[in-house]
Every structure is written in structure tokens, then in C-alpha cells.
């Protein structure tokens, strides 16, 4: 195996490796410290059975629950019994009847850290590019380590032990969840608390955790003044500086740690076909900064 970095804040490709095959312990460990040092991996042309998947996120850690099991929300109905209950179909796919194939459509998929919604968020996120779109559906990481190192010291020392609050309301393309009403003041909007800086359980590096902008709030400040700060940090942390973007090819894996990045999907064409399997690994108890 050999590790290409890209030369932008985050991201590495590794190749000459089949993962559909065994992962002896050795290169198991090869590929976990590349995710640690890179944040994000690729690995090109792999075609995996969703049983492959869910093994090759073992590498990475423990077993972890999708975003609908997280929610309380158990499998989607419309999921044949082939898929697994820990597997996340991505698609905007309608079969013939109507059914959906995935979730998640065609529209842009906001910055956002995956599940930051619940107590104890996912660490490793993998997705598998089954059919893709050949305009459109790129995706895009942020380095949030190197945006909390840069951060201006004004609003270091503002947010420094502040939490905020993480809504369960919308997911990433900004959809509003049917178990929840449009909310009003995000002060109030239904959610979960975490530090605004972690400390990433690996590394024992600090980084921003700041989840997705939509409904975000600031315990402790006033509306308008999160709101102002919020603003401010997003702008900081949104820099292309930052930012590694990833044009998707039928066979691709991505595998990101959503403790120290965040991700945004472009849209596509409505009439194009995009599918993608996803697994996950549990997280951890997150230790403030």
C-alpha cells in the first residue's frame, strides 16, 4: 500500500489495496494511522458487498447506529430486506411505484458534521459509490483542526468553554424532519449540547465542532449576539483554505472522521442517478477543549 496525499489541508488516497479481500491486523493499522494523520481517505476502483462494508468499518471502530436509528426512528420502510440495518442508502433514485431507492435527493447537502444531533455523535463515516453523477455531486471536507489553530483570538476567547446546541430538526439538505414543527428562535430549538471545542479522543488535538450552521445557538448568549458570533465562525472556518473537494468515480470509498471535519455535497441534475451505500462507526463521550 502507499498513502498520496493531496495538496490541500486534509485528505490522502491509498492504493494497491483490494478491501473486499481479508485486511490483515498490519494493514489494518496502516490505513487507521493514514486516517489519523489525513482525516479523510480515498480508496479508488473497490466494489464491496454491503457485508464488506460493514467489516471494513471495523478498522475504523466500534459498530455504530444510523442517523434514523439515532433519531428513534428504526429502518426505513421502504428498504428491501437485503439492507442492513446498519446500512444508510444515499439515492435519488424512485423505483418503478414510486419508491425511493435512498435518501437525500439531488440538492446541495449542507456543511454539516454527521449526527452531531445525539449525546454521543459517530466518529468514522464510510460511503461507497455505487452510481454516480457525472455534473455535479462533489464532496467537499473542511480541516477543523487547522480552522480552531487559525482562529482569530477574539472569538477564541468567546467561545472558548461555551456549548452549543445541535438541532435535531432538518437534516443536511436542510429538509425538515416529520417529526418535528418549523421552529422559531433557535434558542429553544430542539437538540443536544456539546462544546464548541473538542479535544479529539486519537490525537489529543483541539478542533472546532460546530455541526451545521441551520437553527445552531450559542448557550448562554443572546440571540442576536450567537447569532453574530455563529456567523463569524462559519465564515472563518468556510475558507477555501480548508477545504479538500472530492469529484465522485463508480467504485470510490470515502472514509472521513467527523470528530475533526466537516462535508458538503454539491447538487446534481434531478434526472441524473446517484447511489451510495454508508456505514458508521460509534464515537465516544466528547471531551471538551
Known amino acids: 500500500m502507499e498513502v498520496i496525499k493531496t495538496d490541500k489541508a486534509l485528505g490522502a488516497e491509498i492504493i494497491d489495496i ?3 479481500k481479508n485486511v490483515s491486523k498490519a494493514e ?6 493514514a486516517y489519523t494523520d489525513n482525516l ?3 480508496f479508488k476502483g473497490q466494489s464491496l458487498s454491503f457485508d464488506d462494508l460493514l467489516r471494513l468499518r471495523e478498522i475504523f471502530g466500534a459498530a455504530g447506529l444510523t442517523a434514523n436509528q439515532l433519531l428513534g426512528l428504526g ?3 421502504y428498504y428491501p430486506d437485503e439492507v442492513p440495518d446498519d446500512i444508510t442508502i444515499i439515492s435519488n433514485i424512485i423505483e ?11 440538492g446541495e447537502a449542507f456543511w454539516h458534521t454527521d449526527s452531531s444531533f445525539t449525546e454521543v455523535p459517530i466518529s468514522a463515516s464510510l460511503l461507497h459509490a455505487i452510481e454516480v453523477s457525472e455534473v455535479g455531486g462533489e464532496t467537499s471536507f473542511l480541516n477543523m483542526y487547522q480552522a480552531y489553530d487559525d482562529l482569530p483570538e477574539r472569538l477564541r476567547v468567546i467561545v472558548s468553554g461555551r456549548y452549543a446546541n445541535h438541532s435535531k430538526v432538518h437534516s443536511s439538505d436542510g429538509s425538515l424532519r416529520p417529526e418535528y414543527d418549523e421552529p422559531t428562535n433557535p434558542a429553544t430549538c430542539p437538540g443536544i449540547k456539546h462544546p464548541m471545542i473538542r479535544v479529539h479522543p486519537t490525537t489529543g488535538r483541539k478542533c472546532l465542532y460546530l455541526g451545521r450552521r441551520l437553527n445552531s445557538y450559542i448557550i448562554g448568549l443572546g440571540l442576536d449576539e450567537s447569532e453574530e ?6 465564515a472563518h472556518t468556510c475558507q ?7 469529484k465522485w468515480e463508480v467504485g470510490d470509498i470515502l472514509v472521513w472522521d467527523n470528530r475533526c471535519t466537516m462535508h458538503h455535497r454539491n447538487a446534481f441534475p434531478s434526472e441524473a442517478r446517484r447511489l451510495m451505500h454508508k456505514s458508521i462507526t ?3 463521550a466528547i471531551i471538551a477543549g
Open 240 to 246: 477555501d483554505k480548508y477545504v479538500w473537494e472530492h
Open 96 to 106: 418503478e411505484g414510486g419508491r425511493p431507492r435512498g435518501s437525500l435527493g439531488n
Open 282 to 284: 460509534a464515537g465516544e
Open 40 to 42: 479523510v481517505l480515498l
Open 229 to 234: 458570533v455563529l456567523d463569524e465562525l462559519w
Open 28 to 33: 489494518q493499522k496502516f490505513i487507521f494511522d
Open 75 to 77: 429502518r426505513k420502510k
Open 18 to 20: 483490494d478491501l473486499s
